[in-house]
């Protein structure tokens, strides 16, 4: 049995007996509550074993479902997920259940009923009992009313407003009708149709959808590179209709970010009526009823950020991960899963087809690819024959040598000013990940680099001093950059508001739309911001990397970049990668339309093969140049990485568990265990919540590190000290 509380010793299931009384009622994946010390704790049946019992045991004290939530088969991947992510399995089950029921709270969401009425007896019984009914010009109306109504119950509040109260149970009484509960389904999108009809393939998405539907009975996985704007998505519809045919079902996965109005209304209008959504915007009542509706098989298709991965589909054809490499996908709190493995996983245990989709696969994907671990299909060419957009590096530093401080260069300046003048449409891009951390020469663009791991040391203002987040090395701040001898080093930071008052200050007429976390805090804010750019009631948009994925606006025919190389400056081993996918991914929603696009990118660093390899809309040359530094230092996608990371209100505290946890895992390696140790090291974000964070490194083979990872969990952290294990982490923050 599971039972979800942190409690040392309860990570795995504990055992109890069942009294005779409720034999019947335990079964696998039904909810019971247990004593565990002297409380009551609610948790799953996840196995059940006939005979008395071997030792002395506590029994069950209530069953609290009548029919389990969760089959062996979501109990098998949940148990994978726990493995493999190193979670207690009492908090990955609850991923596979409707949301407010989490076996901590008492359900707090509860289907919203109406009381209807629909008929009893077949439609000709009916007709014949209007002759019956002269005498009860009330019921006869209401019986009527019912006979109308093909598509079934009808609420009796609206029986009531048309026939009085008294009609329904006039023919409840003579058996002609029969009352039914009937769900009111909270769906926020339920009239959110895209008329257009579905576009004619092109010879290129053709192909791929012949390949990938002869692909559909045996299952796999496909990775489909495809360049932005190659009507990726197009193809994915496709497949979803060729698995329904079939009587299958699919589900549908999208980053949080790019769940926009105009994506959800497109899937809407493709499957009327069959489609359940599912994403942290809408509310747990919202979610509540889309879970039940796929339960039930009244949606055939999931569309869902992360989670949605644990949908209740029972006969799954397909998983589709759209921007398979976005970071969303794996969740930052436990259990710490990436959606885009389970995905792939799940498909396999069904025997489903898995297809990544990205413009930037993950090197994760694009290496499985490379080794035929999975099958690569590509769309090398926009539809309709549109080109890909020119994309122009400026280098900021010569801007400096030539006198020009502003925001935006020349370049970037001239272009907008042309958009004006034309009326098109300017997508600006502030990438403010890893803000003002990090020293940067104002005159040949360096960053300070750590001699021992190759990431960026981080700046702290406290003791002026630079300091590396994996190792720990520590160095005061050089008076002058140690690149070039003579520049001197300043902090870069900016914020989206600025690069609004600076537009507004050159081009006073232009309409401005601003979107970044400030401007999106009330919900529905990011949909109507987005709504009224697609409306054409804003010049320029200016926004944070929310602007950056699967946007499709025909009137953009500009993107600027103010700062492409924040991210190659993080603190982090994928930095060049996570540089290479926003330059690309920002530069596609650039000449989606008919008039062609162009893209300005500024930066310090316009050498750098990430920035390059954009440029030339060039993925393979990026994967080797990227491949070759993870390979000298062993990181992923070449191996795999744990990062451990240890929390407590105290700093020494922090520092010495994190000590004594390197220590011991350094001693195990010495027992034989093939994996590296790094740290360990105050994490980058140093201090949150109160809480003071250290972390050490394992990068190896993933079974040594998932058996480290256990040996970890086994031991018992140091007074006030929590440790939180993070397989494969997306951030190193
Ligand atoms: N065969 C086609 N003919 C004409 N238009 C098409 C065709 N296929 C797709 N489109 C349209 O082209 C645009 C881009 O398609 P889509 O959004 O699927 O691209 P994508 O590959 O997912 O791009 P991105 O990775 O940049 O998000 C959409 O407006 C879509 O409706
Ligand atoms: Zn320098
Ligand atoms: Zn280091």
């Known amino acids: 049995m599971a039972v979800d509380l942190p409690l040392p010793g309860a990570m795995e299931s504990l055992d109890y007996a069942v009294p005779e009384r409720l034999r019947p009622q335990v079964r696998l994946g039904t909810r019971v509550q247990v004593p565990v010390r002297a409380r009551a704790v609610q948790g799953w049946v996840v196995a059940v074993h006939q005979g008395p019992p071997t030792r002395p045991l506590r029994e069950v004290a ?13 109990l098998d991947l949940a148990r994978w997920v726990a493995a493999r992510y190193l979670a207690p399995l009492g908090q990955v089950l609850p991923l596979f259940l409707p949301p407010g029921q989490r076996p901590d709270r008492r359900r707090t969401v509860r289907e919203r009923h109406l009381r209807a009425y629909r008929l009893a007896v077949s439609e000709e019984a009916a007709r014949a009992a209007l002759a019956e009914l002269v005498r ?53 999108y339920a009239g959110w149709r895209d008329p257009t009809p579905p576009p004619r393939l092109s010879p290129e998405q053709a192909q791929v959808l012949q390949e990938a539907s002869r692909r559909l009975e045996g299952g796999g996985t496909i990775l489909l590179h495809g360049v932005t704007g190659s009507g990726k998505t197009e193809v994915y519809l496709r497949l979803i209709e060729t698995v329904l045919a079939r009587g299958k079902q699919a589900i549908l996965l999208v980053p949080e970010i790019s769940l926009t109005p105009q994506a959800m209304r497109r899937f809407q209008g493709r499957f009327p009526g069959r489609v359940a959504m599912l994403h942290s915007g809408m509310s747990d009542g919202e979610r509540y009823d889309q879970w039940w509706k796929v339960r039930r098989g009244e949606a055939s298709v999931v569309v869902g950020a992360r989670s949605a991965v644990f949908a209740p589909v029972r006969d799954l054809g397909l998983v589709v991960v759209d921007e398979e490499h976005a970071s969303s996908y794996k969740q930052e709190e436990t259990p710490r899963y990436h959606a885009r493995e389970v995905a792939v996983e ?16 993950s090197l994760e994907s694009f290496l499985a690819a490379e080794e035929g671990r999975l099958v690569r299909l590509q769309l090398r060419h926009r539809v309709d024959g ?10 900021l530093r010569q801007e400096l040598k030539e006198g020009h401080q502003g925001l935006f260069s020349r370049a970037l300046e001239q272009a907008l000013a042309s958009r004006l003048e034309r009326d098109e449409q300017a997508i600006l891009l502030l990438n403010r990940r890893g803000y003002q951390s990090f020293l940067l020469c104002r005159e040949c663009g360096a960053v300070v680099e750590c001699p021992h791991c190759q990431v960026t040391l981080t700046y702290h203002k406290v003791g002026h001093a630079l300091r590396c987040h994996y190792c720990g090395t520590e160095q005061p701040v050089p008076e002058r950059c140690p690149a070039c001898g003579t520049g001197e080093l300043s902090g870069l930071g900016l914020g989206t508001q600025q690069v609004e008052e600076e537009l507004r200050r050159l081009f006073p007429a232009a309409r401005v739309l601003r979107m970044d976390a400030d401007t999106t805090t009330r919900k529905g804010a990011h949909d109507q911001i987005l709504r009224r750019f697609e409306a054409g009631e804003g010049d320029v948009l200016v926004g944070t990397q929310m602007v950056a994925k699967g946007l499709d606006y025909p009137g953009v025919t500009l993107v600027g970049v103010i700062d492409a190389d924040t991210s190659l400056r993080l603190p982090d081993f994928r930095g060049a990668e996570l540089a290479f996918q926003l330059v690309t991914q920002v530069a596609g929603r650039s000449g989606r339309g008919v008039l062609p696009g162009e893209v300005v990118v500024q930066t310090y660093l316009p050498e750098h093969y990430s920035l390059q390899a954009a440029r030339e809309h060039d993925y393979p040359s990026f994967f080797r140049r990227e491949l070759v ?12 990485l744990l990062r451990l990371l240890v929390q407590a209100p105290a700093a020494d505290a922090a520092e010495d568990e994190a000590g004594a946890l390197a220590r011991e895992l350094k001693e195990r390696r010495r027992g034989g265990a093939p994996y590296r140790v790094l740290g360990p090291a105050p994490a980058p974000l140093g201090r949150l919540k109160d809480l003071y964070r250290w972390h050490v490194l394992l990068v190896g083979p993933l079974e040594a590190l998932l058996e480290a990872g256990r040996a970890v969990r086994e031991r018992r952290p140091g007074r006030s000290c929590q440790v939180v294990e993070d397989m494969d982490p997306v951030s190193l923050l």
Do not use: I
Request: hydrophobic share 40%; charged share 30%; net charge positive.
């Open 62 to 74: 209530v069953v609290l479902d009548s029919e389990p939530l969760l089959g062996p088969e979501e």
């Open 136 to 188: 009860a010009p009330r019921q006869r109306q209401a019986l009527e009313f019912l006979l109308e109504q093909e598509s079934g119950p009808v609420p009796a509040r609206e029986l009531a407003a048309r026939a009085g109260d008294g009609a329904a149970r006039g023919l409840l009484e003579r058996g002609l009708v029969e009352a039914v509960p009937l769900s009111l389904e909270r769906n926020p």
């Open 346 to 361: 799940r498909a396999r245990r069904q025997g489903a087809l898995c297809v990544l989709g990205s413009a930037t696969p």
């Open 386 to 395: 549109r080109s890909l957009p020119r994309v122009r590096l400026v280098d």
């Open 629 to 640: 530094y993870r390979k000298r230092l062993g990181y992923p996608p070449l191996s795999h």
